[in-house]
């Protein structure tokens, strides 16, 4: 086996690379910026929605943001939205509240902790004061009180059925005081006078009891708290001194149709009280606003901001530039040798190429690939491919690394999996039958659900835009955007022959794309 491959360095760099592959709040210190100031928005007082395929670094980037706001003594709620997928609405905003809130008063038991916790004489008139860096821990406590007093009763409309019949009892002398209270408070005569000037009557005579029949809603009762959900937080900021955050992470796994509702809730609380929602979610998986009457969730422009992490192989030379810079933090972490002297040239551009551009993927792509590079080594060291890390080692990860990425694609998919799985169906079908290349070209203008699920399938990670723009002779007028069939569907044990490999990163290589040939119409399918 390569002296390089096996050394303990090497091993070490393994096992970083699996652990990096997935964001943990012990990763944060590996964390790497994918763009100048992206990190400083994050945490900017401003609502964003953070865009970004599966492993484009979407958690990396809120976990950093939120260490960091933590570290500057800011509260924090980060929320893992997946735990609540199977929840239905309202309960699922219910839900998302009670953790909003718990975590927030986490931070409040933090800040008190640093504050001392007790309270001690400080002044000659015996008046308690905290100790500390000035965090009020008396008024701590009693925001601390009221917010454990709202998650118990949030916690009690979870446990009911929503819609459920209720009946209300109300006796004939309730009934004169209500009415008396109201005719007083609006300068009507009492209900005697009223009675004997224009004949009205309460209704019941003495000893009977109306009964009224209502269906018990959780949302109107979550409508009755916005303003009290909102003083919470207003309390919060001014607590601390300073702004609070709500960290959404992964919008996409709740229902399309609950995620603009659940958006448009914070959103109310937030607004006017110094509390900033940062929500992750995948762009082609999500619906943040509704366009109704009233409208529905947050507005890209008006409401909120988008960050987007999605660096694609149309900026192949960026893409390259950073997945390396990812891989070159792990190296020097465990001290492992230069890249070059375990990766070949061509090595490097096949995981920057069935990577996507995506970070997770470079990563587990790579251990994958050092495994090959191993097994290979151990049964002939003196193989012709030589004792780096090749880029036929990479498509024989690829192969395998495919089926992890439909895995996750059913688990993402949902309720569209079969629309989604026949459509990638025929793309697959077209380049490997009809085009026989690994790329095809699509209108640029088409517009309609095929189109829709082209960008699902690249939000996905089994399709990847390559050009935005793209002409070809022949067709004046016209712009095409290039894709990139995914390399695990045609590497590995799905090799195939005849397929042709368009180099479109390479200079010189462009004319590649520009054929007839390779113009996919979903609508003759």
């Keep these: 086996m390569s002296a390089v491959l096996d050394s303990p360095e090497m091993t070490a760099l393994r096992t970083l690379a699996e652990e990096a592959a997935r964001s943990t709040a012990e990763g944060i210190k590996r964390f790497v910026e994918p763009a100048s100031g992206t990190l400083g928005r994050a945490k900017s007082r401003r609502h964003h929605l953070v865009f970004g395929r599966r492993g484009s670094g979407k958690t990396s980037l809120l976990m950093k943001a939120a260490h960091d706001l933590g570290q500057d003594h800011r509260p924090i709620a980060f929320v893992d939205l997946e735990p609540f997928k199977g929840h239905s609405y309202p309960d699922l905003l219910i839900s998302v509240l009670i953790k909003s809130f718990t975590l927030f008063n986490e931070s409040i038991e933090a800040a008190t902790e640093r504050a001392g916790g007790r309270w001690s004489l400080r002044n000659l008139f015996g008046v308690l004061q905290p100790r500390g860096d000035g965090f009020d821990a008396k008024a701590g406590g009693e925001l601390s009180k009221r917010i454990e007093d709202v998650t118990e009763k949030l916690k009690f409309q979870l446990r009911l059925a929503d819609g459920a019949d209720l009946q209300r009892t109300t006796t004939q002398e309730e009934q004169s005081s209500a009415e008396g209270q109201l005719r007083s408070a609006v300068g009507v005569p009492s209900v005697g006078e009223a009675s004997s000037a224009v004949g009205v009557s309460s209704g019941i005579r003495a000893g009977e009891e109306l009964r009224e029949a209502f269906p018990r809603s959780k949302i109107e009762f979550l409508r009755q708290h916005v303003m009290e959900y909102g003083d919470i937080l207003a309390q919060l900021s001014g607590l601390f001194r300073g702004s609070s955050y709500l960290f959404f992470d992964d919008l996409y796994f709740i229902p399309r149709r609950d995620q603009p509702r659940l958006l448009d809730y914070f959103h109310s609380i937030a607004k006017g009280n110094d509390a900033w929602l940062k929500i992750g979610t995948i762009r082609h998986r999500s619906q943040w606003y509704v366009h109704a ?18 660096l694609t192989l149309d900026s192949y030379a960026l893409a390259k530039d950073f997945l390396s810079e ?22 490097v551009d096949r995981l920057v190429l069935a990577s996507g551009g995506v970070a997770r993927d470079f990563l587990g792509l790579f251990w994958r690939s050092m495994d090959e590079a191993r097994e290979r080594l151990q049964a002939n060291p003196a193989h012709h491919r030589g004792p780096r890390i090749g880029a036929e080692d990479v498509n024989l990860a690829a192969g395998g690394y495919g089926d992890m990425k439909l895995e996750e694609f059913r688990r993402d998919a949902l309720e569209d999996q079969q629309r989604l799985e026949e459509a990638f169906g025929q793309v697959k079908e077209f380049c490997i039958n ?3 290349a690994n790329c095809f070209l699509l209108d640029h203008d088409s517009a309609g659900d095929h189109t829709a699920r082209i960008d699902e399938l690249v939000d996905l990670r089994l399709l990847h835009l390559v050009r935005s723009r793209v002409t070809v002779p022949g067709r004046a007028g016209q712009v095409y955007r290039a894709y990139l069939l995914d390399l695990s569907q045609y590497t590995g044990s799905r090799a195939r022959r005849g397929l042709e490999m368009l180099d479109f990163w390479r200079t010189g290589a462009r004319e590649q794309l520009r054929r007839i040939s390779l113009i996919y119409d979903p609508s003759a399918e």
Excluded: H, R, Y
Aim: glycine share 10%; net charge negative; aromatic share 2%.
């Design 326 to 347: 990812v891989l070159n933090g792990l190296v020097e972490e465990c001290s492992a040798p230069p890249i070059s002297d375990f990766l070949t040239t061509g090595a």
């Design 293 to 310: 009457d009233p409208p529905t969730g947050l507005k890209l422009g008006d409401d909120t901001d988008e960050i987007n992490l999605d």
């Design 434 to 436: 009809a085009a026989q």
